[in-house]
């Protein structure tokens, strides 16, 4: 079993940077690739962004490209979204989700694990 939990959100202005954290435990090489997805209200989970654990492969969602910043810390078995030029429109849950499967993906069901989310709110 793998457990992800998340932490960093919080309230920003926009215009602000913002860094989320997800700490992962559990059962080595059951996350090959670590993802970070938003939901707000009303609206379907989007993918954010996706790194592989071991190669660095990275892939980002077009609506965050240019500023955010997948990254990883295998020590410390953590990923992190930087966020940076926040809008308004960024507001919503990211949650940490982990696939056992190496290949980078970017949809909700090809992930086998997720975090309980953590709030994002972006202030205009």
């Known amino acids: 079993q793998v457990q992800l939990v998340e932490s960093g959100g919080g309230l920003v202005q926009a215009g602000g940077s913002l860094r989320l954290s997800c700490a992962a435990s559990?059962?080595?090489?059951?996350?090959?690739?670590m993802g970070w997805f938003r939901q707000a209200p009303g609206k379907e989970r989007e993918f954010i962004g996706a790194?592989?654990?071991?190669?660095?492969?990275?892939r980002y969602g077009d609506s965050v490209k240019g500023r955010f910043t997948i990254s990883r810390d295998i020590a410390k078995n953590t990923v992190y979204l930087q966020m940076s030029s926040l809008k308004p429109e960024d507001t919503a849950v990211y949650y940490c989700?982990?696939?056992?499967?190496?290949?980078?993906?970017?949809?909700?069901?090809?992930?086998?694990?997720w975090g309980q989310g953590t709030q994002v709110t972006v202030s205009s």
């Open positions: 989700a982990a696939r056992a499967n190496v290949e980078v993906r970017m949809t909700v069901d090809d992930y086998d694990h």
């Open positions: 559990g059962r080595t090489f059951s996350w090959s690739v």
């Open positions: 790194i592989s654990w071991y190669g660095g492969i990275k």
